[in-house]
T-cell receptor, first 112, second 113 residues
Framework: QQQVKQSPQSLIVQKGGISIINCAYE??????FPWYQQFPGKGPALLIA?????SEKKEGRFTISFNKSAKQFSLHIMDSQPGDSATYFC???????????FGKGTHLIIQP | GAGVSQTPSNKVTEKGKYVELRCDPI?????LYWYRQSLGQGPEFLIY????????DSGLPNDRFFAVRPEGSVSTLKIQRTERGDSAVYLC???????????FGPGTRLLVL
């Protein structure tokens, strides 16, 4: 049973555009939702994270939107740049120090 | 400061052999995690240590997999009787006490022939 479903699998966006990646979760006990960025040959790196007590969090060009009733959250990358080309993973956990449950990833390509 | 380090970076072994993968967490981080990432997939949780003890080993796929962290710092993931299906990148992450952010190492790429 896949507990975190991520879409799309791949995404191509023009430079300067908005990249949008969506995730849906099933386990209502999840209360911590991070997004990770991974470059080839590297480990994932935390981009931004949110808890369900807020509906949106913004850090620079990255925004998480969270819909608790729909059990969905999304990542928006504003003014997308070629350097943003990477694989992005959403994840969820029960908070604290629990292990993360990851989505399958989105391969993002920003065309110059 | 130094991040999470993992050794070896690559490991090629034959089916049936035993392998050990090492993780050095960020200094002072009490929580340590192991994940497995298959090609084209997201990381899959294996085990979590808080200090020296395994707080959650529910992700270990079977009894061929075992992990230790005897002094609460370095951890070793041990795989017995390796199978071709064990081929993957094994990632280690650490976090500070009470904080949720997990910092990942670069991973060990395991290939079982």
């Amino acid at each position: 049973q896949q507990q975190v479903k991520q879409s799309p699998q791949s995404l191509i966006v023009q430079k300067g555009g908005i990249s949008i990646i969506n995730c849906a979760y099933e386990n209502t006990a999840f209360d911590y939702f991070p997004w990770y960025q991974q470059f080839p040959g590297k480990g994932p790196a935390l981009l931004i994270a949110i808890r369900p007590d807020v509906s949106e969090k913004k850090e620079g060009r990255f925004t998480i939107s969270f819909n608790k009733s729909a059990k969905q959250f999304s990542l928006h990358i504003m003014d997308s740049q070629p350097g943003d080309s990477a694989t992005y993973f959403c994840a969820a956990s029960r908070g604290g120090a629990d292990g993360l449950t990851f989505g399958k990833g989105t391969h993002l390509i920003i065309q110059p | 400061g130094a991040g999470v380090s993992q050794t070896p970076s690559n490991k090629v072994t034959e089916k049936g052999k035993y392998v050990e993968l090492r993780c050095d967490p960020i200094s002072g981080h009490t929580a340590l995690y192991w994940y497995r990432q298959s090609l084209g997939q997201g990381p899959e949780f294996l085990i979590y240590f808080q200090g020296t003890g395994a707080a959650d080993d529910s992700g270990l796929p079977n009894d061929r997999f075992f992990a230790v962290r005897p002094e609460g710092s370095v951890s070793t993931l041990k795989i017995q009787r390796t199978e071709r299906g064990d081929s993957a990148v094994y990632l280690c992450a650490s976090s500070s006490t009470g904080l949720e952010t997990q910092y990942f190492g670069p991973g060990t790429r395991l290939l079982v022939l």
